[in-house]
Every structure is written in C-alpha cells, then in structure tokens.
C-alpha cells in the first residue's frame, strides 16, 4: 500500500479521481542490491524558475552518471527523463539503459524531476503551500533538462554527443515532449508507455478501465465478473458491523475496517497496479510478485459470480494478497499508510491538480468497476481545497499538440497490450519518424526493464527495433553536427 | 527622438547597450489616416501565468480582426505575432497582410503582446516592478498566441483553418519561434527580418554596426568617414561650455546640452535608425523621411574629413535635421525627450534585460563608431539597478535552440540587405522548408510593408515568392488536417 490511498480517504467524494493519477507513478526507493548498477551522484544548480526572472534563486538537482561504456569523444548520451520520484529507483528500473549502453558505448545519465527524489526547490518547504509549490511543472522540468545537458554538453568530449531521452510512463511523455520542444537539445526520444493523450477529449475516458478489465477476463474463467460483483457484496457486508469485523478480518487489515468504500477504493487500486505490472517474470516493480500475478490472482476467483457474498469476498481476499503479501512476509495489510514522507505522491497530486489532467471514467458494463463519471468540476473543487490551485483542463494539449503532433520527428512510442496506460498512448505511427511499437504481451514499459529469458518476443523485437532506430538518430546527428560546425 | 535615449542618459556607463537594444524595437502610434485598414477591435481574458498556478488572475488581451476577404469556412488566418508595442501600429505598418488578404481569402488577426499597448496585465501597476514585469517574457507571449488561435479555432468555420504566423523584427523572431515551439497551431512562420542569431556567442558582436556603416558608407562620398571623425569633434567642442553653446544652436537643441555624451548617444542612435528604415520611397515608419534617406543625408556630408572640427559638425547637424525634421515642422531638436508614457520602451528594456540578451560592439575601424566592447557584466549591473533582475546570456540559445534549428519546418526568415539586423538573421537557407529570402536593396522588413511603386524588384520577388510558399503551407495544413479527423 502506499501514500496514496491516505489521500483517496481525504479526498473521499472522489477518491477515484486521485487512485487514477497515482497508478501510473508510484515510487518506490529500491532496497539494496536491486540491481548492481554503478552510477556516481551528481548536483547541478538549476534556476527555480526557468519562465520568470523575479526569482533567481538555484537548488541542486540530482543526477546520476555511469559512463564505464563511454570510451569515445563525441560517443551518444543516453539520458533518462526523470519522473515523479526518487531518480535511483528509475535508475534500478530502467534496465533498458544498462543493457544498451555498451552497444552504443553510450554514457547513461539519470537526471531527477524537480520536487522528487532530493531535488527539492526549496527544501524542506518545497511543499509547504502553493507558492513554493508553484515551480513544479513540466515545463520547468524539461528546461531543467535541457539546461542540465547544455552544461553536460560544454566539454569538447561531448559536445557533439548526441543525447538520445528516454524515459517511461510521464517519464515517456518528458521524454516524447523533450524532442518536440527542444529538438536541437535530443536527437531522438523513446517514450515507453507514455499516455500522451490521456488528456480531455483526446481519449475515451473509459478506456484505462476497459483494459484493467481486459487483462482480468484474460486472467482466469470468471475472474473479472467476480470483480464486478464484488463490489456490491462489500456494500452489503459493511453496512453492519459484524460485516465490516469480518472484512477485516478475511483481508487481513492492520486497522478495522470502518466503511466499505475504503475497502473499495483499495481493492481498485490493487487491480489497477497488478494490471501494470503484469510482467512475464517474478519481479519487484511495485511489489514483489511471481510471474504474470493476474493469472496467479485469478486462481482464486475462478468460482461461479453468484457463489455467496462471504464466499467471493474470500477469494478476492485472497486474491489481494497475491499483491500485497506474495512474499508472505507481511503479518496484516495496512489500507491507511497515510502520505507522510512520501512527497513524489504530493508532487503528482499537485501536478494532476494543474497541467495533468487526466480524464478516467467507469461504467461497469465495458469494465468490472463500479460506475463513475468524470466529473472535472469536484476534481477541480477538490484541488482546489487541497492546493489552493485549479486545473487548467487543456493547457496540456495547448502546449504539447495533443493528437497533432505529426510535424515532430524521431520519437519512438512504445505501448503495452496489457498496459492500461496504452490507452491514452501512440498506438499507430503517426509518420515515418515518430514509431509506434506495440507489444502485445506488454505491461507498462516492459521494454524498459532488463532483457530477461521470460521476455516475451514482442518485447525482444521491440528493444531490438528501439537500438536499431536510436543508432539512426545518432548517425543523423553526426551529419548535422557535421554540416553546423 | 523617442523615450530610449532618456534611457540612454540615466545609463551612463553603456547607454550604448541600451541604445542598441531599442532601435529594433521603437514603437509609434500611427497618425490618423496613416492607412485606411479597417478592423475590429476584441479583447481575450489571458492567464496572466502560463507556467505557474498560484497566479490564476487573467487580463484583456487585445487583438484586431479583419475578415473582409474571409468568405469561405476553412480558409485560412494569417496571424501577426505582435511585439513590443502597441498592436493597432503594427497593424498599420504590415501592408503585406492587408495585400495579400484577397488572395489568399485569409482572415488578418492581429495580436497584441502582454505589456505592450494595452495589453497590461495589471493594468497601470505593470510596469511598477519586477514583482509586476514577472509575466514579461517571449515565452508567455508565445503561450498567448496560442491559447488566443485555440479559442479562435474553437467555431467549426476556422477549426481547420490553417494559421500563418507573420512578424517583422521581434514579431518575427515569435513568429519563428511559434512554429518551433507550436507546430500543431500554426502551419508556418514569415518572420521578417528577426534576427533570431543576435544572441550571445551566435555572430560576431560587431555585425550590426559594420552593415550600419556600410549604408552610410553606400550613401555618398565620405559619408562613413565624416561621421567616423565626428566624435572627437564633439568631445573637443563639448569640453567648453562655448564649445557647449555652439553645439546646441547648430543642431537647433530645444535644451542647452551639458555633456558630449549625450549627443554622441543620440545621434548613434540617429544612424541607426537610418539604417533601418533606408526605404525606397517617402515613408513614416520611425520618422517622416524622404525616399532613400541615407542618401539625402550623406548629401550634407560630402566634404573632406580634414575640415575644421565646427565645419563638419554643421554638415553633420544638417544630416541629423533630415532624420529629425524632414517636415520642416520641429522647431527645435530634443534630445532628453524621456520615456515617460512610452511603456514600449521600458517593455522592452526589461526583456533585453532578462532573456532577449543581444550583444553588440563596435571597434570604430570596420564601423566608424567609437570603440565600445560588449561588457556583459556592466549590463547585467545596469539591469540589477534599473529592474532588480538580471539577464540570463544563454537562455534563449537553450530555449530557442541558437543555430540548431534544421529540424523545424515550414519558416521563411527574410532579410534586407541594408538592414543592419539582417547580421543576427538567417541568411542561408537551414533546410528545404526553412527558406532563407534575401533583399539586397531591403531594410528593416521592407517585405512586410505595402506593395510601393518605387519598390524594387528583389522586395517584389521576396513577396511573391512568401505568398508561394504560404499557399504551399495552406495546403499542407489541409492535407493533414483531412487525415487527421
């Protein structure tokens, strides 16, 4: 569980609406020895704000190097767009870059995203109220990286490097918006998973859910009808309090359960992050769990929907606890871990609450939740209570083209079948220099992570398409660096 | 004379750099029966912050419309990207959209930049400081334009129209740097003589000066080298107060001069001006001037450099009086003329100030202008005094991309051949859709003024061939407009 169930509680008219910004961008700090990658830490001054002159203050973001590949003047930087968290955790993550960068001979640079990690503007106050909060933006963040690799770039040892972005999930979308603003900065960008259309009138609000559900109907027989009753089973099971004592009980919470709709709220969310991290292979992305979790999860749903209330409920106990107690290490499940301390779920909210606005809707019908319009009124009432701020629905599509965003050029869009994210992603190739990749047998970013002997081939052929095309852009930008000097 | 050299005054140690910075940038409020345009005035609510949400407040953006030659849903909308002055001057002194509109079946908007004309974000109190001037900057204006086309777009007669960014000077750097940054609002970009290179580190600091120069130097004999011995004989005349008086009444001052420096400041800032606005025929862009004017100035220059220090300083008064009182109406020249209600000018200090950091420098050998280095530091201390904010050197390079821009599309940069900006254009053609146009016999965006039957044919050619290349424009944009829906 994590920080942001704390805040579906608070926020409780649409709890909904914040568990679906959060999915995307958990972090997590890695314990040790995820991985033995070998990076040295660095901190650059940036300005705290980029667009203003008023301020002129600096704060030392992070970044990661490991050049032990990079042999070669001139040789590429790969260079990873921080997301909403702690930077080494998507260093651990992105196996994709440690795999590449002797291939490439490339340097790997983890740059971290304003307001996460140890990046904070103002330090411990840099969530403190709207207006310290008032410098975090994807704006600010991709100036961030761009004034970061101008200063990367001064040494003749690389000043005609060509930086490759890449990044996943809003890390993909930084990464994808990074070459369409400042394409004399990236010669190209991969942009995993990345929902670039999850935005007002782009996408079918519905679609995130309908693929959550998809992944669940192919889990196992029943699996996703069993889901879709039990949320009227819990209704009817907490509205007493010997009902809610066995809840509790069955789901083995740390707390009492004191109303259904937390139970709701939670289990939504565990369904969501299992349809994300739906990888081929045992893995510890957002919990440690076995290979391909849904199907392991449907096991215990494989029952007729109308078995009784206590019966399903028993299962899709323990079903969740595939997610949540896999390594069996936990003694109860804990729905109330509040935020504290983790300030990435405070960044997003804040994020969600101004530039990324993502619309996400359920009917029941299409999918196995309950029924919930958008309604971007209460979200906005709600982020303003929470804030102080509001919104500004389209301001996204204003600034980054929404669906018009052919005239750009060397962005790869990698999308998973499985990925509810794909749904606001680049499914078709919009021309011959923005690629869309498509890995059926993908959960989010798949191709990101380390090559694995479960892979399925659709990811295989998908990094190898990736490296093919990221080397194109590293030889087309030896032509022009060529032709300008 | 206008509000800069006021400027220039309080500025000591380098009003120099102050002086440079205005001449691109003079505003005027055109005279009525300047032209016969015909448009309606609206006004937009803008968000005063694109980039930040703790400021939620809006202000009147105002923007012209005319739609006289609009019949047709669909057609297209040639917008001029409007700089730092009042929007209805700009509108007068752009006779190519009103030209072309018929042909083209366009919609003209014209529209106005925040903290120019009356587009005051805080009203009276915009300019009162930096906390104010905080919005001041290209890129907000840029985010203007593009949410102002987004609402304009929103009616099904222009949703498919394709957009035409037009500007000249600043207005054509924004319209460059719109189509670099906002490919999915405009279809392409006729920035006119936007010297987009003109930034720290771009071109030689003393290109400007040295084409300043050369005009004269074109503009009849001895031209450049009377005024290039000119300094010394003010510094001479002006060490004595007769030598004071004398200066005073031969260039017919309406107050007694006090300093050399003063004069020196202005009349650079005079030859300047000329330089610029060395049209072909009789105009009234920065001043009412006959056609050609350099010439009609270097013909009170004519004689040897050798003459006494009084003699060529009559000669040079009457040069300047041509500049300053071709009408023959001033009774007196006033140099001290100040900046008050001249928000333009203060406008565009701040920006020199932050982000639009031009330098500029002259040797007094390959310019006949006396030596000046760029001091970027004495600048910036000027600025921390007068604003309270300093400029940051590279910003734009890392924001706009310098001279690595082969990977945008669909910009015409045109430039004059007399104009001294043309040294910071883009002369050479980048990539096939970003065409260079060049206009030897052309001054400062000479191609975006009315068809004149004394323009020459270069200018001519620049125009048909803009017009060619928009209509190409026009049906790119609906060929992908058509796939797109």
């Known amino acids: 569980m994590t920080a942001l169930f704390g805040f579906a509680l608070v926020l409780s008219c649409s709890a909904h609406v914040f568990a679906l910004k959060s999915h995307l961008f958990r972090q997590r700090v890695p314990g040790p020895a995820d991985t033995d990658v070998d990076y040295k830490t660095y901190y650059f001054d940036q300005k705290i704000d980029h667009f203003g002159f008023l301020e002129n203050g600096t704060f030392k973001q992070r970044y990661l190097v490991a050049d032990k590949h990079w042999h070669k003047e001139g040789n590429p930087i790969l260079f990873y767009t921080g997301n909403e968290g702690d930077i080494t955790w998507f260093c651990n993550n992105t196996g994709f870059m440690w795999d590449v960068a002797e291939e490439l001979g490339a340097m790997l640079v983890f740059a971290e995203h304003r307001y996460y990690g140890e990046s904070m503007p103002f330090g411990a106050e840099s969530y403190s109220d709207a207006k310290h909060l008032n410098y975090l933006s994807s704006e600010q963040a991709l100036a961030d990286f761009a004034v970061l690799i101008r200063y990367l770039k001064e040494s003749p040892a690389t000043n005609r490097s060509a930086v490759i972005a890449i990044g996943g999930s809003y890390g993909g979308m930084l990464a994808a918006w990074f070459r369409m603003k400042y394409p004399h900065v990236v010669a190209g960008a991969l942009a995993a998973s990345a929902p670039i259309w999850q935005f007002p009138g782009m996408v079918d609000c519905g679609v995130f859910y309908r693929i959550v559900t998809d992944d669940f109907s192919r889990g196992g027989k029943n699996c996703d009808a069993n889901i879709r009753v039990s949320w009227k089973a819990i209704d009817k099971l907490s509205s007493t309090d010997e009902g809610l004592q066995w809840l509790s009980r069955e789901f083995s919470l740390c707390a009492p359960l ?90 997003w909210f804040y994020q969600a609450c101004t530039e990324m606005v993502m619309p996400m809707c359920t009917d029941g019908v299409k999918d196995m939740f309950e029924p919930q319009e958008w309604n971007f009124q209460a979200f906005s009432d709600e982020c303003f209570s929470m804030f102080g701020v509001r919104p500004r629905a389209d301001w996204a599509a204003v600034m980054y083209g929404g669906k018009a965003i052919a005239s750009h050029s060397n962005i790869i869009f990698s999308n998973g079948g499985l990925d509810p994210w794909s749904g606001g992603g680049v499914l078709q190739s919009p021309s011959e220099s923005l690629v869309a990749v498509w890995i059926p047998e993908g959960a989010h970013h798949l191709d990101l992570r380390y090559n694995n002997e479960y892979d399925p081939k659709s990811v295989l052929d998908a990094r190898q398409q990736e490296v093919a095309i990221i080397k194109q852009w590293i030889k087309q930008w030896a032509a022009h660096t060529q032709r300008e000097l």
């Not at 709701?264 to 739906?278: F, G, H, I, P």
């Not at 009784?308 to 899709?316: A, I, T």
């Not at 595939?322 to 405070?346: D, H, K, R």
Request: aromatic fraction near 12%; hydrophobic fraction near 40%; charged fraction near 15%.
């Open 258 to 347: 004191t109303k259904g709709f937390d139970l709701k709220s939670w289990l939504q969310e565990t369904w969501v992050n299992l349809a994300m991290v739906d990888y081929p292979y045992k893995a510890n992305f957002l919990q440690p769990l076995p290979a391909w979790p849904i199907k392991v999860v449907c096991e215990n749903l494989r029952f007729s929907p109308e078995v009784p209330e206590q019966e399903l409920l028993s299962g899709v106990a323990k079903a969740a606890k595939v997610y949540y107690n896999y390594t069996g290490e936990a003694s109860c499940l804990n729905i109330s871990q509040s935020a504290t301390g983790n300030l990435g779920m405070m960044g």
